[in-house]
């Protein structure tokens, strides 16, 4: 129950990874896997739709496509699945990773009720080992973990409260009133179990009148009001048809201080009759990304033989400018560049 | 002079690239390499402090260490190059990359005077091809590409100003006068090169009263005036003991609007009576750091034999609770929720 | 049911107004009446507590002193009364204002429960006009008059949900769970019936765990939960012991956007994709407060003899500078200043 | 050289104040004046557009119009002046209110130049004592004024930069280039010399590439660089065409932090690796303009015997709700709430 792991993991093998269900998501992790993820190689892809499979595996080098998902998870030459196929098929995938003992990234939700859900865990149990991943992947987003970080540290001392957004700009209309629950509210869900380090114990969901954007008989927006099992409680609206755009928002309030997510600014951070963020000590936190895609992109442009980034030449010209500055500096005087 | 290279890149080979100069910077790129660039694989570390470098390959496995930075770039086994050692020797190593015909990436300065840019840019010229990539890291930074995208679109209008201020909390008292140009404000002048699109023509560098935290004879801040090839101008601030933190902020006015990055909030745009910043579409971009993310950490622990990441008892007890939510959509009550 | 009147009002007879309750709540309004209002003059306080009274009352000029309310409410030079006496009092000295024809600007909570404060409204009735305003000060803030405006404008789409927060720093440790609902959670009560223009049908307060900081028994914070008539919900949280400051916000969410008023930053607005506020056509908009504490400003120095503001120097220094800079315009050169 | 005066000035006789230019400013000054200044009475106002003062005059009670400026600041039923005329004409009507003993608030500039302003400074000195305020309000706004304290408390330590944005959405075509520095950037001239406490000892004015929206021959924007009689610098980009709207920002920058205001969110501070703004400890500094406006709404209503503010009603209302909320915080339940 961790944020991301720090520090370099390498060695002579990477990991051989396949992707079962290959739609928006699977599509996008296939990508991450081969482009973004370092010591990982996407070796496989399967769907039931095997023209959309044949599709995206040919966009790659070296990756093979399957019609059945099952046959990739036991194939010899995949290590470890990520799952991203439509909620009803998750369990018996689920399960074939971990009776054939390999680890599984499971898009949310885990399966599709908790008879299911639970069957999993004992199968995990069985197994003697933890296997399954579950793609909560707020516990990964800088934010949620500067703000997990700032509660566990005590900084705002004991977590009393949290109020969630969660709001899509749309969904097609046969998104039903349950699915906003199962597959929307189930985020906040965690997001409060991961914070507060506590089980929900009792949960409500009011219907407030709906926006006139829903379909008819959808329950939407939504509130949810969670009960943790040490007595702190958590407000949840979520909205499927805001119109606005994609919008999630986390305030957590403690005995001393509150933080907030979500607001595209960093943690924002109100204590001590001050509101505000943080200011990194350095460029290399600060242009972490930006260093990061540096490299990924000097990397992946090399292995095309090009050079994309800033240039030789690009390198000369801020030096005869520095050099004129250096001189203005002395001189007091504007100074005229002049390039060769 | 482009950003990031969308989609992936990816085959059969990685790239195998050795850094030159392991202080904190180099050090902070093999790690990089090593644990979140796809498609790479750190190779060789050099450093004239051979227990340094030694120190640093023993980290990894499999990663060789040269006292020699001239005989990394020449190893077979290398592909490709960081340069990451002290400006001075920077002409030396990257003349010997050109010379082997291998790409190499040189953190700025790209030399310490114009007289040996040029004869980088020649050497290059000579090879027939590009081969070399300066470390102007700003971008890449999602706020600048992101800002230079709405430039080059129009959206601002015709670029007629830009402010910039770069500060650092502190830096080693025999950081002089001229090393905050060469080491500093360079960035901001490649900045503007890249933001106008244009040559610098003229650069005025103002010495105001020092900071009562300057060494004896150093001048900082300093206050640069850019006058641009088009008529464009700007200013910046550069302050290298300022106290605060690192704080690099940038402002561009075009003719119609105008954008700053650097607030830790996106880019932030000021046109037609409104100032403010985007919303994205859908999950997909808000999350994009969360995804990636969420799957290195994944592949890292997978190939650990480890899952750290959200476990499947954490997506049993969402189930659990979401289908209390549903019963409480339906009957508009409180439900208990409970777990095996 | 109305924001600040827009425009003047004048004629020769300013407003004689006395306050009834010279705690801090009063003492505050008597300083506002006699030094930032205009058209009024303080001409009385009132406070059980005579010396009290008597110490305010001779802060100002002319202003007399009771020590029984009803004696001031029932005075010939009293034209209108301000009432910030404790709540347990307001019943008698409305009912005293309405008997009197007087108007009333009552404090919050108008009384201590339903049936007496039925008794005010029929009261008044009887007396065959509104005499009574209560002080929900809230309607005349700024953001929220703003965001008021953009709700009944449409701006938004129909009101769907509202969430608040009220937070204190700190209260006595008197101040008892009831008393956080009646004091504090009412101005909750009454922002969400004047921004939906509905009644509230039904209220759920919960009862979260309480911070370690609450008094004994005292349930704090608090999340109230509210349907109104036409089944919009609204969600707030009440928390007196916050320990972090006085924090007060609103987020109104609409059919087609959302509006978030206590941020600090005016109105902000999300819609269509974007986030953010307005900027304003002109200087009179911006500047709006700064002129009138520079007219006030100028009116008080002026009354005591004295220039308290930018002085003809100032006046004088400044047009020596542009006169200058006109100069370096023309020239393209700096231009030393040179005063007299 | 201060900021507004703190604390009550009452006393029997208003302050009778005349207006002379009723243009904008002047109409602006007038209605003020009327309707929101306290201690001070609206006379008389005067233009050489004699139907425009009447018309004016005629939409208060008891105020004449005068067509001659200077008899209006003979009149003997005239305390003191706000000057908002054309520049051309402030030498001859400040020296008239000197000449008078007459206070006077006169809008920038002080005067056409700077020989004109000595006049002027050397005919108060010779009245003996300080009758004239030059009308630079930003010295009146909050967040400079703030800002201001922050520095003069020592705060960020000794100030050594200043970076100012001035910006209108448009000006009429005849603002000219020269216009650019003595109507628009006089204000940051006197929020440098202010704010530094220091006098101005040289400027540049440079030119750029002008706007395409700028009128022939006009240079706008402009960038002006300041150098402070105590080595301090400042920049300020003044934009009078730049489409966006009425952007006034100031950013301060000292030895140890820095303060930017005009961001819309009251002072911004970055010091010691935070940035962000403060949090008041309670209601009467969050809402004491809604104070303000709810006062002075009540008294404009009440002097016309209505009420328009929140109702006896709306108190009742509210009662019935907060108790029906103790009834639930007591019970846990939901409870309806009824209204007679």
Redesign the interface.
Known sequence: ?????A???????P?R?GVVGVG?MGA??A??????????T?VAVADPDVDRAERLAS?????RAFADPLELVADDGV??V?IASPGFVHEEQ?LACIAAGK?A??E???????ES??R??EA?RAAG??????????????E?VAMKAMLDAGDL??L??V?N?HR??TVPDGFL??MI??DS??HE??VC??LFGE???????????P???AADGV?D???????MA????A?S?V?VK???????RC?A?G????ATVG????VL???????????????????A??????????????????????????????????????E??RT??????S??
């Open positions: 129950m961790t944020g991301p792991v520090g370099p993991v390498t060695g002579p093998a990991l990874v928006m996008d992790h990508v991450r896997l081969a482009g973004r993820a370092a010591n990982a996407l966009s790659f080098e070296g990756v290590d470890a990520v689920v680890h990234l499971c949310k939700p885990l399966t599709m009720d908790a859900s639970l999993v865990v995990e080992r933890h296997l399954v991943q579950v793609g909560f992947m707020r516990r990964f987003d800088p949620y001392g004991r009393l409260l109020h957004v899509n700009k009133s349950e629950v199962r509210l189930v869900v965690d179990r991961w089980e929900i114990v009792e949960i409500t969901v009011h219907s407030p009148a926006t006139s954007e329950v927006p939504q509130v949810a009001v969670f009960r040490g007595g702190g409680m407000t609206e909205f805001c119109g606005v755009g994609y919008e999630v305030e309030t005995e001393h201080g509150n607001l595209g600014s960093g951070v109100r204590s001590a009759n001050r509101w505000g963020g943080s200011i990194p000590d350095d460029f290399r936190v600060r242009f990304q930006a260093y990061d895609a540096e490299v990924q992109s000097w990397v992946d442009a090399t292995r095309r033989g090009e050079v994309t980034g800033p240039t030789a030449w690009d390198g000369y010209a801020a030096t005869v400018v520095c050099e004129a500055g250096m203005s500096l007091g005087s504007p100074m005229k560049v390039l060769a």
